[in-house]
Structures are given as structure tokens and as C-alpha cells.
């Protein structure tokens, strides 16, 4: 399967963004996904996943409240729906795919390019 991250930007503090996955390939709904972020000088880190109906999901501490993810099958595409956002949420998000929800960047099958989120204080 392949991903392509899309709507990245520049926000204010306190402001939202949402983020689409979209995949390519068979059998997406086969996948459970996830998003990761990568800060400059910071290793890739988990934000939130969802598993293949979309029925549970997980998210980071530092997430919890103010990112909604969800995905639609039909559409092939997994979202990521981020309010209230911080200037420390700024990195390059990623989204990901695997059989199992994947909350580690050390274990993933398949990785999208990323797309710059940047929030100013």
C-alpha cells in the first residue's frame, strides 16, 4: 500500500489543522494506520492510530483531547483532525500502516511522506 500525507501548514497557536492520509493499493482496509511526528533533532514519535474499522484508537499523552483520528475505507484515507494546537505540536507528520495498530517507528510496514505542520506562538 502507499500513503501520501496531505494538509499540512502554517497556524496560529490555537488553531486546527486536519491531516488526510490517502492510500493507494489493495486492501486498505486491511491495514491498521497510524500518525507519527518528527520534530528537527527528535526522534519519530507516535500520535495517535487507529485500527482497521476504525472502532478503536490510541493517542499520545501530549495529544489526548485535541487530536481526533478516524478513516474512512471507502475513501481510503485516514484523518487527523488537530485543535488547540501548540507550537511544540511543529514537526513533519507521517502517516503509517501496518497489521496491528502501530505505535512504534521502529516496526512499521509501510511509511507516507511526511507533511510539515508549523504552529507560531
Known amino acids: 500500500v502507499q500513503l501520501q500525507a496531505s494538509g499540512g501548514g502554517l497556524v496560529q497557536a490555537g488553531g486546527s489543522l486536519r491531516l488526510s492520509c490517502a492510500a493507494s493499493?489493495?486492501?486498505?482496509?486491511?491495514?491498521?494506520t497510524s500518525w507519527f511526528r518528527q520534530a528537527p533533532g527528535k526522534e519519530r514519535e507516535f500520535v495517535a492510530g487507529?485500527?482497521?474499522?476504525?472502532?478503536?484508537?490510541y493517542y499520545a499523552d501530549s495529544v489526548k483531547g485535541r487530536f481526533t483520528i478516524s478513516r474512512d475505507n471507502a475513501k481510503n484515507t485516514v484523518y487527523l483532525q488537530m485543535n488547540s494546537l501548540k507550537p511544540e505540536d511543529t514537526a513533519v507528520y507521517y502517516c503509517?500502516?501496518?497489521?496491528?495498530?502501530?505505535?512504534?517507528?521502529?516496526?512499521?510496514?509501510?511509511w507516507g511522506k511526511g507533511t510539515q505542520v508549523t504552529v507560531s506562538s
Open positions: 493499493g489493495r486492501g486498505f482496509s486491511s491495514y491498521s
Open positions: 487507529i485500527s482497521r474499522s476504525g472502532g478503536i484508537t
Open positions: 503509517a500502516a501496518d497489521s496491528i495498530v502501530p505505535r512504534s517507528a521502529t516496526s512499521v510496514d509501510y
